[in-house]
């Protein structure tokens, strides 16, 4: 977990600054102008000499910044509790650091904080993650700018289709009537034959015509024998 220097700890660090503890820990890496990429992970390294390496010593270990080497101050401590004697520690560098010219970190004796050290100073540039995804937003941004967004034609509604017909006729007071009915059902006594809506099923037409056709045999038969 990382916690931010409050204002009395950054004036203490300054008014400190020029007194640091002649053969403490001695830092070497970071190296002088090394490049630290936000987001991404580091590892501090350090010796402890004589008596500093006992196991009872811990080390608060901070990070400094600014734009002049000479001008920087506390921006946030990396880890407390680390065993001095460690030698290495690794930091998860947040992805929001970057943007001033000069880093740096303090080593603290947490058992007499009058004894710390100062690494070299290095650089932290944005993480290359971070810039990816700003083009992409970006990219995002530029390519929709002035489109009218236009949304999808709505999906047709299809309609049932109609139910197949069939025509009939029934006999009614001596007359024949002709109906369009729904296929399957009846009028009066007479089923309706289940048929295509295509097919037309006339029934009594024939009838009509048999008989006519009866009459007239008849009459015909009448006039030979006058």
């Known amino acids: ?19 640091q503890t002649t053969g403490f820990d001695s830092v070497f890496t970071p190296t002088s102008g090394e490049v630290v990429t936000a987001g991404s992970d580091f590892t501090l390294e350090w010796t402890a000499p004589g008596d500093w ?12 910044g600014g734009a002049t080497q000479n001008g920087q101050a506390p921006l946030l401590t990396v880890a407390t509790g680390v065993k001095n004697n460690a030698g290495s520690y690794t930091w998860s560098v947040p992805a929001t650091l970057g943007g001033l010219n000069f ?3 303090t080593f603290t004796l947490e058992q007499d904080t009058s004894v710390f050290q100062y690494s070299n100073p290095f650089n932290i540039e944005a993480g290359a993650a971070e810039e990816t995804t700003e083009a992409v937003t970006e990219a995002a941004a530029t390519s929709t700018a002035g489109v009218d ?9 299809l309609s049932p289709p109609a139910a197949p017909t069939t025509i ?6 001596g007359t024949w009537t002709t109906a369009v009915v729904p296929v399957g059902s009846t009028t009066g006594s007479y089923p309706v034959a289940t048929t295509p809506a295509a097919t037309t099923v006339v029934t009594g037409a024939g009838a009509r015509v048999g008989a006519s056709m009866a009459v007239v045999g008849g009459l015909v038969l ?4 006058l």
Do not use: E
């Open 168 to 173: 009939i006729d029934t006999p009614s007071n």
């Open 149 to 157: 967004y236009a949304p999808p034609p709505p999906v047709a509604t």
């Open 1 to 19: 977990m990382q916690f931010r220097f409050s204002a009395a700890a950054a004036l203490a660090f300054i008014a400190s600054a020029i007194a």
């Open 53 to 64: 390496a006992d196991a009872k010593y811990t080390v608060t270990i901070g990070l400094i």
């Open 222 to 225: 009448a006039a030979l024998a």
């Open 103 to 105: 880093y740096g970190f």
